[in-house]
């Protein structure tokens, strides 16, 4: 399992790589949008949008 610190995800050069949320888009239930998900010091990509903080509807992943 990889384990990504808030702090780095949160870098803009990172966040430049995600792809671009498209209007169809709705935020992410699981993760409330953050796309973070797990505790305080261990924190983990959303499984269920994979990091993104929005799923497609419909989409099943
Ligand atoms: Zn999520």
Redesign the pocket.
Known sequence: MIAIGANGFDCPSLRSLLPKRPPTAVT?T??QGT?LVGIPDQWFV?P??DGL?WRIPGVAY
Do not use: E, S
């Open positions: 992410c699981f993760c796309a959303c269920l949008c903080g």
